[in-house]
């Protein structure tokens, strides 16, 4: 299994670059964590929303490798608590395939993105940066990482 997160957005914060970089570093090389940071289309500032999400869509879902399992980083998804992330890393682990997690720009994701997904993931209620989002999913996986190994860094 190899763990891609295909976001929108290129320009991080270094403060995100580095998080990021902190929490992918600790988790095990061979599922070969990385990041696939999409430019936003060209001349996406003057569209309309809806043409923009559709644009996004169809560049988040070029990224994604083949026969990968699609998981969306969605306010719309379900809630789930350390252990449970753990369990599903665990199934998807024994499953092999890859996964990618998709993010989608200030506006959300569109339609066609969250159809194709397997899981939409919800990190909380409350509304987030998306480029924070990329340290918050490297961390909670790293979490879940380290309390299926029984690693001190989980303690709850």
């Given at each position: 299994?190899?763990?891609?997160?295909?976001?929108?957005?290129?320009?991080?914060?270094?403060?995100?670059?580095?998080?990021?970089?902190?929490y992918?570093?600790?988790?095990?090389?061979?599922?070969?964590?990385?990041?696939?940071?999409?430019a936003?289309?060209?001349?996406s500032?003057?569209?309309?929303?809806?043409?923009?999400?559709?644009?996004?869509?169809?560049?988040?879902?070029k990224?994604?490798?083949?026969g990968?399992r699609i998981?969306?980083?969605?306010?719309?998804?379900r809630?789930?608590?350390?252990?449970?992330?753990?369990?599903?890393?665990?199934?998807?682990?024994?499953d092999?395939?890859?996964?990618?997690?998709?993010?989608?720009?200030?506006?959300g994701?569109?339609a066609?993105?969250?159809?194709?997904?397997?899981?939409?993931?919800s990190?909380?209620?409350?509304?987030?940066?998306?480029?924070?989002?990329?340290?918050?999913?490297?961390?909670?996986?790293?979490?879940?990482?380290?309390?299926?190994?029984?690693h001190?860094?989980?303690?709850?």
């Amino acid at each position: 299994m190899r763990l891609h997160l295909i976001a929108i957005g290129r320009r991080m914060p270094d403060w995100v670059a580095s998080g990021f970089a902190e929490y992918r570093d600790r988790l095990p090389r061979e599922w070969g964590f990385q990041l696939h940071a999409l430019a936003a289309p060209a001349g996406s500032k003057s569209m309309d929303a809806t043409t923009r999400l559709r644009r996004e869509g169809e560049a988040l879902l070029k990224a994604v490798p083949e026969g990968a399992r699609i998981i969306t980083l969605d306010e719309r998804g379900r809630e789930v608590d350390t252990r449970g992330l753990a369990q599903r890393l665990a199934g998807w682990q024994d499953d092999g395939r890859d996964v990618a997690l998709l993010i989608g720009g200030a506006d959300g994701l569109d339609a066609a993105v969250r159809e194709r997904a397997e899981w939409a993931w919800s990190l909380s209620p409350l509304t987030f940066p998306h480029m924070l989002v990329r340290v918050l999913v490297a961390e909670q996986l790293y979490r879940a990482w380290s309390l299926l190994n029984n690693h001190p860094y989980h303690r709850a």
